[in-house]
């Protein structure tokens, strides 16, 4: 069995929530790397079977930026700690 990483420049994944639900369960990916998030630090993201690692951008409490991993959550993984300053996260 092949396994599946999607890479996605989402810009507002609130907004596309419905493209991003249809294309996990189309296409079922171990793995979704999305840029552009444009979440705020306390805003709860959340999808069925999916765990999320994010790093979220925020200035004068307007959302741009942000980045986040959503991995499948019958998949072992491991969150690495990155000591950056970037928009990053493993």
Do not use: S
């Not at 999305?34 to 409490?61: A, C, G, M």
């Not at 930026?65 to 950056?84: E, Y």
């Amino acid at each position: 069995m092949t396994e599946k990483i999607i890479q996605w420049n989402c810009n507002g994944v609130v907004q596309k929530y419905c493209d991003l639900k249809t294309l996990l369960t189309n296409q079922e990916p171990v793995c979704v790397c999305l840029q552009e998030t444009h979440l705020k630090h306390r805003q709860p993201y959340q999808l069925k079977d999916y765990n999320i690692i994010r790093k979220d951008d925020v200035i004068d409490d307007r959302a741009r930026g942000g980045v986040a991993i959503l991995t499948r959550q019958d998949v072992r993984f491991q969150p690495i700690l990155l000591n950056t300053g970037l928009q990053a996260v493993a």
